[in-house]
Structures are given as structure tokens and as C-alpha cells.
């Protein structure tokens, strides 16, 4: 099982590259006042912090922010990343760590099963860090995946189609590539326009063949992708980032 945008293979929790991948440059120090959601707290500056490289599960939001808070709850914390400029809303997007701990927060989110690997981590060790935790709790069964249903079947365009507007996991055999115009599509039905699909922009064709997978190459393939639904006809999920796509078998 690849995970493709990882340079990294996915590895263990107990792995040198867990301790190491997200250890970007520090953003600053504080600690923790409220916790406002899954993946958002307020340290006692003020400073509103969003932990990046994770979305939450929303059928487990609740036990998701109760996780957050068993975490991080009047805690110290380094705040680290690439960049350090807040979002639109002032919240300042960070890898998050407790004193002591190379293991960042969202790590420790993912092994619970409270939330998904977002996928769009650009730094491929961090990103192996993420996808390998989220991989241990489905392994495990913990939290969101003792529920089947947390990974969409691409046969089942209905269920698909109820989590709209929401980050979603879904997988299937990829039964065509056909491109229209400037999008490739990743068909999973042989109805285009009722069928779930996979949309990918013309831009992103060379991140593909640079990480040695031609989108051609997923024809026949059982993948798994992850992203936000939108309703097109069918179901679609867009592909931003060669990591959304993890191939886990040929059919």
C-alpha cells in the first residue's frame, strides 16, 4: 500500500520518522486557555491556534474536542510550522507539541480516531507522520473507524452524495480515466453523471507523473481518495494534492 505523495513509506509510530517529521521552525510558545473545537484552541495571549494537517470527523465531533481537551487542557506548548501567517479568520495554523514530546497533537488526535489526514501537508515526513497514525487507528479500530461506514464505498453514489460540504473518505475501483477539456476524470460507474467521480485539473498532471504515477495508470486500480464532496450530477471529489490519492490495489 502506497501512499503517493509521500516520499517517506508509512511507518510505525514508534519510527525515527515520527518523532522528526514535523519538526518545522518554532512559531512561538504559550499555553493552552480554551479549547473551541477538535483542531482549535486559545492560549492565554489571546492567540487563536488551528492545528493544521487535520479535519474533523463530524459525526465524532464531540468526543473529538473532549480528546483535544484531555491533550492539551492548561498545557504548555511549542507552536512549529512553515509558515506562520494566520488564516482569514486570525486563527494561526501550527504543528502543536507538548513540552517533552516529539510526537505533534495531531498525531495523537489521529491514533485516536477523532479525525482525518487532511492530506494537504506539503513536507512529505510530516506527512508520512499523519497518514501513519491515521493508519494505526483504522488498523486498530479506534474511535471513528469502528464504524465501517467512515470509508465511502465509490458504489454507493447515495451515501456519498449526504456527506456534501463535509471531508470524506472514500474507495473503489476506478473503472475509466477520460479527460474533457482541462479536467481528468477518474470514473468509478459507468454513468458519468450520476456516478461518483474524481476530478483532477489539467495543472496538476505534472505532480502526478513526477511522483511516477500517470493518472492513466489508476485505470483498474483500487484507490482510496479523500477530499471535500461536492454535487455535480454525481458525486465528485476534487484532487488538489497527489496525496489525496493512496492506491490499495488493482482491483
Known amino acids: 500500500m502506497a501512499l503517493i505523495a509521500l516520499a517517506t513509506a508509512l511507518l510505525p509510530a514508534s519510527a ?44 465524532n ?51 485516536r480516531g477523532v479525525a482525518f489526514f487532511s492530506a494537504n501537508v506539503a513536507a512529505s515526513e510530516c506527512a508520512a507522520v499523519l497518514a501513519s497514525a491515521e493508519a494505526e487507528a483504522r488498523q486498530a479500530k479506534n474511535g471513528i473507524w469502528t464504524d465501517p461506514s467512515a470509508i465511502k464505498n465509490s458504489e454507493s453514489s447515495g451515501d ?20 474533457a477539456g482541462a479536467t481528468t476524470y477518474l470514473n468509478f460507474g459507468r454513468n458519468w453523471t450520476r456516478d461518483f467521480a474524481v476530478t483532477i485539473s489539467r495543472r496538476m498532471i505534472a505532480s502526478f ?19 471535500w464532496v461536492e454535487a455535480r450530477g454525481g458525486p465528485r471529489i476534487e484532487v488538489l494534492r497527489v496525496g489525496q490519492i493512496e492506491t490499495i490495489g488493482e482491483n
Request: charged share 25%; aromatic share 6%.
Open 61 to 111: 465531533t464531540a468526543q473529538g474536542a473532549a480528546a483535544l481537551t484531555a491533550i492539551l487542557a492548561g498545557r504548555d506548548v511549542t507552536l512549529r510550522g512553515a509558515v506562520d501567517a494566520p488564516d482569514r479568520y486570525g486563527r494561526q495554523p501550527a504543528f502543536v507539541f507538548l513540552a517533552g514530546s516529539e510526537i505533534p497533537v495531531q498525531g495523537q488526535l489521529l491514533a
Open 16 to 59: 525515527p520518522a515520527t518523532a522528526t517529521g514535523c519538526m518545522f521552525e518554532p512559531q512561538g510558545e504559550g499555553r493552552v486557555a480554551a479549547i473551541i473545537d477538535v483542531r482549535t484552541f486559545r492560549l492565554e495571549d489571546g492567540r487563536e491556534v488551528r492545528l493544521a494537517g487535520i479535519e474533523p470527523a463530524t459525526e
Open 160 to 179: 456519498i452524495l449526504s456527506e456534501v460540504g463535509r471531508f470524506t473518505v472514500v474507495e473503489g475501483r476506478v473503472m475509466s480515466v477520460r479527460q
Open 209 to 227: 507523473e513526477a511522483a511516477g504515477t500517470p493518472l492513466k495508470s489508476f485505470e483498474n486500480k483500487r484507490i482510496r481518495v479523500r477530499g
